[in-house]
Every structure is written in structure tokens, then in C-alpha cells.
């Protein structure tokens, strides 16, 4: 699909998934390059804009990651943030060195109001730093547009080529106002219109899909979580009866999740879809005996579940194309596209065999995160209930059992999962928290139950508050509710003796537990 772009150049920085997201939130359209695209590719996507991230290393030191100057020679505005503004002024002549003071935190900043990046913002505003080095002299050509009693560029512009460069992050929510920056940067310095609406993307899809299948038959991988949901319902708008939803339970769902989702989905349910369900918990047991760490989980678990697809298929004839719930996140976190590390494979992305029995996949939301997902979702007439309930991992509860998987294990934490939802809900939380979960913990300790001495394992709690599910902060829960969880979980979850609750946020931790 043709639609305007900004694209980000990833430096390795901590917040890359987080401008793109900003970007987004603007309406613009919004994808993820490392440093090493070739330009040709660059001038190929023909970008409205082009971000430079932020970054770990020196902009002056030789083996950094750097671009090409004609990059700046493309008529393409750019915005260069932290590391990205000390690589922009380094390559143009400006100077980059140490700073006297390192900058950290929450800092005011003095902004020139006449730069259009700086329209409607106050003139003393608090943004985000996080440098060591810093611009000691802007390159030729530039204005200083914004400073700190630290930092004596704070901004800087080339009006007139539309390069601007911020030492500060503009992306996280501690940059005041950060957003109207950046949307000033798309909307007042690149010109975009901000055609990036859900209504669009998802008419636009449909269109593609349909073009792109024929008369071919389709395979969709069912999990009935969001993600795979919204695919499903996706395709079935779009080639009806040629689509066949497979749903594998592979007996790392939640408690009685099988039998919910095929209530959904299934013959009785409101979708006209070709539904089979494949019961293959003690395959995957199997697979996962004595399995303990968590990327040859996920590793195993992505493949046998192509292997099972792969099976359905030669049961129902030939199959062109298989679906996948793919979501942007799975793709940054497994480092596709972008320079950051590897986090962990998605069993959507990095999890996949290298041989597929298929002609392609289809991923028809491979480019949205989470929230533009459900908003698809309610777009495509899914109900509310649906849409917004719990995200759930591919590899489900094999990657929140810390350790090797075995049905007594996926017993007890599926038990212990249901009674924290019960208690979230029943407090009146559901909608508040972005994420929890219950998730067991390799830990066995000494306990006392009934005045006999227990040995048994420790559940740890989830919860946490999220706009975007690229960062998180662990979610206040009161302590009544806590308390009435604890209580039921050891009371009513067998060889569970212990229960702890989880209070990182993201980073340093993810949000999944494994």
C-alpha cells in the first residue's frame, strides 16, 4: 500500500520503537531502518521525513555507526535526536565532544518559539536528557534554537534544509511537550497530511488481501487472542469461505481459553468461518519435556505449530497461503528492520522454521502496534469484549512457567491466573491496567500449611500500565486485592505456597515473565 512515510534511522538507541510510535499517534505513518540501509533503498521508500535515533555511542569516535552525508543532500527533512543530533552536527562540520556536565533526567529548557518545531511550545519547557557528549558547536549553516544552563544546544536548525537537530527525547512522555514537537516536525516541517486513520488502513487491507489471494486458499493460524482475532475476522471479510482458521490448543492456554474460543469462532459461533480445532497438548508436552531455556522454547513451540499447519493443511487440500497475527512489536523485539538487539524471537517472527509448506504468509498487521490493533478490530465490527481483552503470547503459558513445562505445572498456573483476573475484575481494574498475569516462578521454598512443613513453588503476579506495550511501569494494585489473591491462590492452588508480586517495569524487564 502506497501511503506517505516517515521512516526512523536506528542507532542503536533504547526509545526507537517508542518515536515511531509517536509518529503514529500524529497520524503519519511511521517504519523502523537500521543505520546500515543502503540510501537507494532510502530514496526507494521516498520518505516525507527521515528520524535519526538515539544511541549509546560517541558521534566522533571512528567506529560508530554513522551515514552517508548525502543523505542530508536528499531534500528530505530530518530530525536528529540525542545521539542522532550529535551524528548530524559531527557530519557537518559542527563540533561534538564530552560534555563538562552530564545531563540526566528531567531538565528545562529554553526554546526558540519562531522554529517551526517549536510552534505553541512555552518557551521554558521540560524535556528528557540522557547524554554524556554533547554539541559544544553547532555545524555551519545552523541556528541554536534551544538551550540549557548545561547544554548550549539544547536545538538546532538549518531552516532552509529542513535539518533539525534536539539533544533531548522528544518521544518519551517525561518530554512535556514532546508530542506537539514532533507532530510539528511532521506536520510543519515535512508537510505530511496524516493519512494514517484505521478506517483507511483497514478498507486498504481488505483491497490487498483479496488481490493478493485470488482464488487461492487460505490457512489462518487461530490462537484467539487479539491479534490472531483480528487477522481472522480481517481475512474472512475479505475472502470468505476460502479461508480455513485453524486453532491449536496446545494446552498452554489459560483456563478453559480452548473451549471460549471455540465458542467464538467455531460453528455456534457469530463468524461464518471454516473452523478446526487441533488438540495437541501432549504433542507439545513432548517437545517441551525437560526444556528449560526460554528461546528453545519458543523456538520449539514456533515450529511445531507450523508443523501442525502444515499437517491440517495436506488434510484439507492444497493451501496457498497461511495467516499469521504478526503485530509490529514482534517484529522491532525480534530484531527485524531496526538495529537493536534481539529482546526475544516471537513465535510469529523470529520462532518461525526456515522451511515453510506454504507458497507465502500473509501478516495483515504485521505493521500496527497493539493499540492500532484494537482499533482495527473494532473497526472490522468485533465486539468490545473481545477487542480488549487480555494480550496473550503465541507461546502461551510455556513462556510464564520459568523452567521446564509439565501439565502438573500448566495446571497450577493456570489456576492461579484465573483467580488474579477473577480479583482484578471483581475490584474493577480490568480496563485500567494494560496487562497481568499470574506466572510460575522456578523457586520452591519452606512453607507451613495445616502445621505441616510444605515445600512447594512460588506464583508471581503481573501487572502493569502501558500505553504502547514497548515501555511499562508496574501497576499499583491496591493491597486489599493482593491480599484476597495471595489468600485464594494458596488456598485453592494445589503444591503453591508462596505468592510474589512482580513491581519492574519495561525496560529493564519485558512484560512477559520468560
Given at each position: 500500500m502506497?501511503?506517505?512515510?516517515?521512516?526512523?534511522?536506528?542507532?542503536?538507541?533504547?526509545?526507537?520503537?517508542?518515536?515511531a510510535?509517536?509518529?503514529?499517534?500524529?497520524?503519519?505513518?511511521?517504519?523502523?531502518?537500521?543505520?546500515?540501509?543502503?540510501?537507494?533503498?532510502?530514496k526507494e521508500?521516498?520518505?516525507?521525513g527521515?528520524i535519526?535515533?538515539?544511541?549509546?555511542n560517541?558521534a566522533?569516535?571512528p567506529?560508530?555507526?554513522?551515514?552517508?552525508?548525502?543523505?542530508?543532500?536528499?531534500g528530505?527533512?530530518i530530525?536528529?535526536?540525542?545521539?542522532?543530533?550529535?551524528?548530524m552536527?559531527?557530519?557537518?562540520?559542527?563540533?561534538?565532544?564530552?560534555?563538562?556536565?552530564?545531563?540526566y533526567?528531567?531538565?528545562?529548557?529554553?526554546?526558540d518559539?519562531?522554529?517551526?518545531?517549536?510552534t505553541?511550545?512555552?518557551?521554558?519547557?521540560?524535556?528528557?536528557?540522557?547524554?554524556n557528549?554533547?554539541?559544544?558547536?553547532?555545524?555551519?549553516?545552523?541556528?541554536?534554537?534551544?538551550?540549557?544552563p548545561?547544554?548550549?544546544?539544547?536545538?538546532?536548525?538549518?531552516?532552509?534544509?529542513?535539518?533539525?537537530?534536539v539533544?533531548f527525547?522528544?518521544?518519551?512522555?517525561?518530554?512535556?511537550?514532546?508530542?506537539?514537537m514532533?507532530?510539528?516536525?511532521?506536520?510543519?516541517?515535512?508537510?505530511?497530511?496524516?493519512?494514517?486513520?484505521?478506517?483507511?488502513?483497514?478498507?486498504?487491507?481488505?483491497?490487498?488481501?483479496?488481490?493478493?489471494?485470488?482464488?487461492?486458499k487460505?490457512?489462518?493460524?487461530?490462537?484467539?487472542g487479539?491479534?490472531?482475532s483480528?487477522?481472522?475476522?480481517?481475512?474472512?471479510?475479505?475472502?470468505?469461505?476460502?479461508?480455513?482458521?485453524?486453532?491449536?490448543?496446545h494446552?498452554?492456554?489459560?483456563?478453559?481459553?480452548?473451549?471460549?474460543?471455540?465458542?467464538?469462532?467455531g460453528?455456534?459461533?457469530?463468524?461464518?468461518l471454516?473452523?478446526?480445532?487441533?488438540?495437541?497438548?501432549?504433542?507439545?508436552?513432548?517437545k517441551?519435556?525437560?526444556?528449560?531455556?526460554?528461546?528453545?522454547?519458543?523456538?520449539?513451540?514456533?515450529?511445531?505449530?507450523?508443523?501442525?499447519?502444515?499437517?491440517?493443511?495436506k488434510?484439507?487440500?492444497?493451501?496457498?497461503?497461511l495467516?499469521?497475527?504478526?503485530?509490529?512489536?514482534?517484529?522491532?523485539?525480534?530484531?527485524?528492520?531496526?538495529?537493536?538487539t534481539?529482546?526475544?524471537?516471537h513465535?510469529?517472527?523470529?520462532?518461525l522454521?526456515?522451511?515453510v509448506?506454504?507458497?507465502?504468509?500473509?501478516?495483515?498487521?504485521?505493521?500496527?502496534?497493539?493499540?492500532?490493533?484494537?482499533?482495527?478490530?473494532l473497526e472490522?465490527?468485533?465486539?468490545?469484549?473481545?477487542?480488549?481483552?487480555?494480550?496473550?503470547?503465541?507461546?502461551?503459558?510455556?513462556?510464564?512457567?520459568i523452567?521446564a513445562?509439565?501439565?502438573?505445572?500448566?495446571?497450577?498456573?493456570?489456576?492461579?491466573?484465573?483467580i488474579?483476573?477473577?480479583?482484578?475484575?471483581?475490584a474493577?481494574?480490568?480496563?485500567?491496567?494494560?496487562?497481568?498475569f499470574?506466572?510460575?516462578?522456578?523457586?520452591?521454598?519452606?512453607?507451613?500449611?495445616?502445621?505441616?512443613r510444605?515445600?512447594?513453588?512460588?506464583?508471581?503476579?503481573?501487572?502493569?500500565?502501558t500505553?504502547?506495550f514497548?515501555?511499562?511501569?508496574?501497576?499499583?494494585?491496591?493491597?486489599?486485592?493482593?491480599?484476597?489473591?495471595?489468600?485464594?491462590?494458596?488456598?485453592?492452588?494445589?503444591?503453591?505456597?508462596?505468592?510474589?508480586?512482580?513491581?519492574?517495569?519495561?525496560?529493564?524487564?519485558?512484560?512477559?515473565f520468560?
Amino acid at each position: 500500500m502506497k501511503r506517505e512515510t516517515v521512516i526512523v534511522l536506528d542507532f542503536g538507541g533504547q526509545y526507537n520503537q517508542l518515536i515511531a510510535r509517536r509518529v503514529r499517534e500524529c497520524n503519519v505513518y511511521c517504519e523502523i531502518y537500521s543505520y546500515k540501509t543502503d540510501i537507494e533503498k532510502i530514496k526507494e521508500i521516498n520518505p516525507k521525513g527521515i528520524i535519526f535515533t538515539g544511541g549509546p555511542n560517541s558521534a566522533y569516535l571512528p567506529d560508530s555507526p554513522t551515514y552517508s552525508k548525502e543523505i542530508f543532500e536528499l531534500g528530505v527533512p530530518i530530525l536528529g535526536i540525542c545521539y542522532g543530533s550529535q551524528l548530524m552536527m559531527h557530519l557537518l562540520g559542527g563540533t561534538v565532544e564530552k560534555a563538562p556536565v552530564r545531563e540526566y533526567g528531567k531538565i528545562e529548557v529554553t526554546v526558540d518559539n519562531s522554529s517551526r518545531l517549536f510552534t505553541d511550545v512555552s518557551p521554558k519547557t521540560i524535556c528528557w536528557m540522557s547524554h554524556n557528549d554533547y554539541i559544544s558547536k553547532a555545524a555551519p549553516g545552523f541556528k541554536i534554537s534551544a538551550y540549557t544552563p548545561d547544554c548550549p544546544v539544547a536545538a538546532a536548525e538549518n531552516e532552509e534544509k529542513g535539518l533539525y537537530a534536539v539533544q533531548f527525547h522528544p518521544e518519551v512522555l517525561h518530554t512535556k511537550e514532546g508530542k506537539k514537537m514532533l507532530s510539528n516536525f511532521v506536520y510543519n516541517v515535512c508537510g505530511c497530511a496524516g493519512d494514517w486513520k484505521m478506517d483507511s488502513f483497514v478498507d486498504e487491507s481488505i483491497k490487498a488481501i483479496r488481490a493478493k489471494v485470488g482464488d487461492g486458499k487460505v490457512l489462518c493460524a487461530l490462537s484467539g487472542g487479539v491479534d490472531s482475532s483480528v487477522a481472522a475476522v480481517m481475512m474472512a471479510k475479505a475472502i470468505g469461505s476460502q479461508l480455513t482458521c485453524v486453532f491449536v490448543d496446545h494446552g498452554l492456554l489459560r483456563k478453559n481459553e480452548g473451549d471460549e474460543v471455540e465458542a467464538v469462532f467455531g460453528p455456534d459461533g457469530p463468524y461464518d468461518l471454516n473452523f478446526i480445532r487441533v488438540n495437541a497438548q501432549e504433542r507439545f508436552y513432548a517437545k517441551l519435556k525437560d526444556v528449560e531455556e526460554p528461546e528453545r522454547k519458543r523456538k520449539i513451540i514456533g515450529e511445531e505449530f507450523i508443523r501442525v499447519f502444515e499437517e491440517e493443511a495436506k488434510k484439507i487440500g492444497a493451501v496457498d497461503f497461511l495467516v499469521q497475527g504478526t503485530i509490529y512489536p514482534d517484529v522491532v523485539e525480534s530484531g527485524v528492520g531496526g538495529e537493536s538487539t534481539v529482546i526475544k524471537s516471537h513465535h510469529n517472527v523470529g520462532g518461525l522454521p526456515d522451511c515453510v509448506d506454504f507458497k507465502e504468509i500473509i501478516e495483515p498487521l504485521r505493521d500496527l502496534f497493539k493499540d492500532e490493533v484494537r482499533k482495527a478490530g473494532l473497526e472490522l465490527g468485533i465486539p468490545e469484549y473481545l477487542v480488549y481483552r487480555q494480550p496473550f503470547p503465541g507461546p502461551g503459558l510455556g513462556i510464564r512457567i520459568i523452567g521446564a513445562v509439565t501439565a502438573e505445572k500448566v495446571k497450577m498456573v493456570q489456576d492461579a491466573d484465573a483467580i488474579w483476573r477473577e480479583e482484578i475484575a471483581k475490584a474493577g481494574l480490568d480496563r485500567e491496567i494494560g496487562q497481568y498475569f499470574a506466572a510460575l516462578t522456578n523457586m520452591r521454598s519452606v512453607g507451613v500449611m495445616g502445621d505441616e512443613r510444605t515445600y512447594d513453588y512460588a506464583i508471581a503476579l503481573r501487572a502493569v500500565t502501558t500505553t504502547d506495550f514497548m515501555t511499562a511501569e508496574s501497576a499499583e494494585i491496591p493491597w486489599e486485592v493482593i491480599g484476597r489473591t495471595t489468600s485464594r491462590i494458596v488456598n485453592e492452588v494445589k503444591h503453591i505456597n508462596r505468592v510474589l508480586y512482580d513491581c519492574t517495569g519495561k525496560p529493564p524487564a519485558t512484560i512477559e515473565f520468560e
